[in-house]
Structures are given as structure tokens and as C-alpha cells.
Nanobody
Framework: QVQLVESGGALVQPGESLLLSCAAS????????LGWYRQVPGKDRELVAL???????YYKDTVKGRFGISRDNDKNMVYLHMNTLKPEDTAVYYCYMNSHDRIYWGQGTQVTVSS
């Protein structure tokens, strides 16, 4: 059973940085697509960033240049480095894993950007 556990969510002020972490229990972590989604109440969950096993990345336009996704295949960890945070980044952030077309989600971690 694959489990994804996020951590690092917090209340921060605009312009500050935050690092989200996700620990995965999965034997095929290194060959999986990993990513981060976010969701605010009343809206659909949206893709923020993706990392595949070939070293390719995808970022939502509104976070390009501010957020970075990284992975440590030795530790089964994926990270979301968030810089220059804005109030509109406020959401619950979910870790995502696609392993051979099987989708897994973490429980979510709250990020609130407010002065």
C-alpha cells in the first residue's frame, strides 16, 4: 500500500518562502511521476508542479520562477520549494504520485499566505 505524507505547511507572510516535503512509501518511486496539486474551498484541485523520471518538469504558469519541485529518489522524498509567496497561493497542497497509471494522494497540508 503506497502512502504519501506531506509536511511543511504553515502560515507565512507575503514574500516569504516555504518548503513542503512529501515522504512516499513506494518501491517504484524513482520511475514514478511525482507532483504537487493545490485546492481552495469551492474550486477544483489544480496542478502546481510535476516531475517525471526523465528529469522533465512542468509548472503552472502563475508559479513559474517562484516555485521549484525536486525529488530525492534515494530517500523517496519529493519537495516543493515555494518562494515569494502571494496570498493567492493560499490552499491545501497535496502530494501526487503516478506509478504505472495508478494514482496516489497525500492527505494535504495547509499553506496560508497572509499579512
Amino acid at each position: 500500500q503506497v502512502q504519501l505524507v506531506e509536511s511543511g505547511g504553515a502560515l507565512v507572510q507575503p514574500g516569504e518562502s516555504l518548503l513542503l516535503s512529501c515522504a512516499a512509501s513506494a518501491s517504484d518511486f524513482s520511475t514514478s511521476v511525482l507532483g504537487w496539486y493545490r485546492q481552495v474551498p469551492g474550486k477544483d484541485r489544480e496542478l502546481v508542479a510535476l516531475s517525471n523520471s526523465d528529469g522533465d518538469y512542468y509548472y503552472k504558469d502563475t508559479v513559474k520562477g517562484r516555485f521549484g519541485i525536486s525529488r530525492d529518489n534515494d530517500k523517496n522524498m519529493v519537495y516543493l520549494h515555494m518562494n515569494t509567496l502571494k496570498p493567492e497561493d493560499t490552499a491545501v497542497y497535496y502530494c501526487y504520485m503516478n506509478s504505472h497509471d495508478r494514482i496516489y494522494w497525500g492527505q494535504g497540508t495547509q499553506v496560508t499566505v497572509s499579512s
